[in-house]
């Protein structure tokens, strides 16, 4: 309506009718009722409140209100009474509609800084200023004489930083509860893995025999998860690994992957996927299968690149019925034995793998390009983007997340720069000996504290 208003203003071409004053005001008071009326309603309803209408309803519902509008104006304004007259101004109905938005918006600003007192939340201010240039630009426009005149191009500077304003609140408000949410969802789960020693002694008998059978169901699935990991002393095409995982409960949500693709390529992922048990091991069987099914796949004779893995992911997972609050990070790479080139893209990993040179040299593998495994498809396409290393013969690189570094509660916690030493000092013993070095600082940490994530490693030798 808005682009009705701009394109039947004095001086326009017009839309299929002649572009006049009366029909660009009508436009302009019809859009600023509709606006400040549906925010007025917005702002009414709790900010708890999910909905889960169809959005296409809402769609149609707007389209088919605008065109009715458009038609209304365009070819019966005759209907309408006049909201300004030429050289004379403002009819006296005009000013009372824009004294009616004014109160409106107005009404709209309080109830958002309920909701501001309520929960401190900065993007609920941004909208509130939003609301009260709104109300500037109506101010200005109860006070022009001529469509041209000074009071009408503030007016609409006014416009301008109003709806920047309710637009930046609006997205950053949506974007930031999203992940807000996530939070909320972990905490949860950790307050619940807390109390579960409790809970089970207060429930009856029954309740207990159905917890120790699904005791049993979750040791087969531990089991069968295992069973999906690769050895933890493996050689593919003359290349070495060790591996270790640690799970904090019987489930993981970490997992590792290290395939051979065929005589050139070998596969390797690394991820930890949001909370833990049952739903994070059903997520990381969801995560390997597909990207293990993507190693096979090529195009134009060669094989997809890390990066292609991740968006082919990412699109599978928007696909599917997961719940909002979960998501993965993880880290992807392909390396050819016979160029010695690594290729790799993180999907939002928030530990970057080491890369310790023989000749002593550390780099980190950083350049690529990503974004976490989450459910924002339908507001967001990410772009994943490859890096690449070359390796010498010797060199050794450690993939891990950030249970390794961050997740117990101890002062004598494995830091970055721990694990770094024990990488360099270790640089020329066998893989098996650096592995045991490693796991001997995790088993001595953990056996006075409880950590409270999934432990997974697994280093690289070329």
């Known amino acids: 309506m808005d682009f009705f208003h701009i394109m039947t203003y004095n001086g326009m071409e017009g839309?299929?009718?002649?572009?006049s004053t009366p029909r660009a005001t009508t436009y302009w008071i019809i859009s600023r009722t509709i606006q400040s009326v549906g925010i007025l309603l917005a702002t009414m309803i709790s900010y708890r409140h999910k909905s889960m209408h169809n959005q296409s309803n809402y769609l149609i519902a707007t389209?088919?209100?605008?065109?009715?509008?458009?038609?209304?104006?365009?070819?019966?304004?005759?209907?309408?009474?006049?909201?300004?007259?030429?050289?004379?101004?403002?009819?006296?109905?005009?000013?009372?509609?824009?004294?009616?938005?004014?109160?409106?918006?107005?009404?709209?600003?309080?109830?958002?800084?309920?909701?501001?007192?309520?929960?401190?939340?900065?993007?609920?201010?941004i909208f509130i200023v939003g609301l009260v240039y709104a109300i500037f630009t109506e101010v200005a426009f109860t006070l022009y004489r001529s469509v041209y005149d000074t009071y009408n191009v503030i007016g609409h500077i006014y416009k301008i930083i109003s709806g920047y304003y309710l637009f930046k609140g609006i997205f950053l408000y949506n974007l930031e509860n999203h992940f807000r949410q996530l939070a909320d969802a972990k905490e949860t789960i950790k307050l619940h893995a807390e109390n579960l020693e409790k809970i089970i002694a207060e429930r009856t008998m029954e309740v207990r025999r159905n917890n120790e059978k699904m005791i049993v169901d979750l040791e087969y699935a531990k089991l069968v998860q295992q069973s999906l990991l690769p050895p933890e002393s493996v050689i593919i095409n003359d290349v070495k690994f060790v591996s270790c995982n640690y799970p904090c409960e019987k489930l993981s949500g970490d997992f590792y992957y290290i395939h051979k693709i065929d005589e050139e390529n070998?596969?390797?992922?690394?991820?930890?996927?949001?909370?833990?048990?049952?739903?994070?091991?059903?997520?990381?069987?969801?995560?390997?299968?597909?990207?293990?099914?993507?190693?096979?796949?090529?195009?134009?004779?060669?094989?997809?690149?890390?990066?292609?893995?991740?968006?082919?992911?990412?699109?599978?997972?928007?696909?599917?019925?997961f719940p909002d609050e979960m998501h993965i990070v993880l880290f992807n790479a392909i390396y050819n034995t016979t160029t010695m080139e690594i290729s790799y893209c993180s999907g939002g990993m928030n530990t970057i793998p080491i890369l310790f040179?023989?000749?002593?040299?550390?780099?980190?593998?950083?350049?690529?390009?990503?974004?976490?495994?989450c459910k924002m498809g339908e507001f967001f396409q990410p772009n994943y983007k490859d890096a690449k290393v070359l390796l010498n013969k010797g060199d050794r690189i450690i993939f891990f997340t950030d249970g390794l570094t961050e997740s117990i509660k101890s002062e004598n916690l494995i830091s970055k720069q721990r694990l770094i030493e024990i990488m360099k000092s270790n640089n020329q013993e066998d893989l098996s000996v650096l592995k045991s070095k490693i796991d001997q600082e995790i088993s001595d940490v953990t056996i006075t504290n409880e950590n409270d994530d999934d432990i997974t490693y697994f280093i690289m030798e070329a």
């Open 15 to 19: 839309l299929f009718v002649e572009a």
């Open 63 to 125: 389209s088919m209100i605008t065109f009715l509008v458009f038609y209304l104006v365009s070819f019966q304004i005759q209907i309408f009474p006049p909201l300004f007259i030429e050289g004379k101004g403002l009819t006296p109905l005009k000013i009372y509609l824009e004294y009616g938005i004014i109160i409106t918006f107005l009404l709209s600003a309080i109830l958002m800084w309920r909701d501001f007192r309520r929960t401190q939340n900065k993007y609920f201010m």
């Open 266 to 321: 070998i596969g390797l992922v690394i991820a930890d996927v949001s909370g833990h048990g049952v739903s994070a091991a059903m997520m990381t069987v969801f995560t390997e299968r597909v990207i293990r099914h993507n190693y096979y796949r090529k195009r134009d004779g060669g094989y997809i690149t890390s990066g292609e893995t991740l968006q082919h992911l990412y699109n599978q997972f928007n696909q599917a019925q």
């Open 357 to 373: 040179r023989k000749s002593g040299e550390i780099e980190y593998l950083k350049n690529s390009e990503g974004f976490p495994i």
